[in-house]
């Protein structure tokens, strides 16, 4: 068979081969993934620009309210529903202090709060401060001004200079005519 018989056949089996179409969905972070089709098992790839990198494990949030489960990298796993928003009944027990307080006076529960927040942080600061302290962050900067003060009294050291071979010149000898190389030679070693 001929090179262009073999490229033609070649060329005949490659164009009966079906083109995968992939589908597409999104993050509900805007992220684009793509995928043969959406059902477990399938690979699942994140598009980033021309890039297609394999999606990471872990439970991603569709656009579409669906949570996306891969738990090996690149694989889809399952594809959950959206979770039903449930009403979820909060209910909240109030301090001693604040539920004898009418509700109609929210004002001074409010200002009663802020003071008991600004006494912790105060409190934080107070142990921040000693921790500081404790690291030498300050004391630091004080031991660095006396080693710097230190050192600029100190005497600079001795300077070195240099001290170049000397050269050995070697001669040619004169007896014979010099030539192009002889003369390139002679500049060299001037």
């Known amino acids: ?3 262009n018989n073999i490229l033609n056949r070649i060329l005949a089996e490659l164009s009966s081969i079906r083109e995968v179409k992939f589908e597409q969905m999104t993050l509900e972070n805007g992220a684009v993934l793509e995928a043969e089709s959406f059902e477990a098992g399938n690979e699942v ?5 021309e890039d297609r990198v394999a999606a990471p494990i872990g439970e991603h ?7 996306l489960v ?4 690149g694989v889809i796993a399952e594809i959950k529903d959206a979770p039903a928003a449930a ?3 909060v209910e909240v027990e109030l301090p001693t202090e604040l539920a004898d307080m009418p509700m109609v006076e929210e004002a001074p529960a409010v200002v009663a709060i802020i003071e008991k927040v600004l006494e912790e942080i105060a409190m934080m600061r107070e142990e921040m401060k000693g921790m500081r302290e404790e690291m030498g962050g300050y004391a630091k900067k004080e031991e660095m001004a006396a080693v710097k003060a230190e050192l600029s009294a100190a005497p600079a050291a001795k300077a070195i200079k240099h001290n170049p071979e000397t050269k050995q010149v070697q001669k040619m000898s004169t007896n014979r005519p010099q030539k192009t190389i002889d003369r390139v030679l002679a500049r060299i070693n001037k």
């Open 1 to 3: 068979m001929k090179a």
């Open 45 to 49: 790839f994140v598009i980033s620009g």
């Open 61 to 67: 949030l569709l656009a579409d309210g669906r949570i």
């Open 70 to 73: 891969i738990t090996e990298e």
């Open 87 to 89: 009403e979820v009944a």
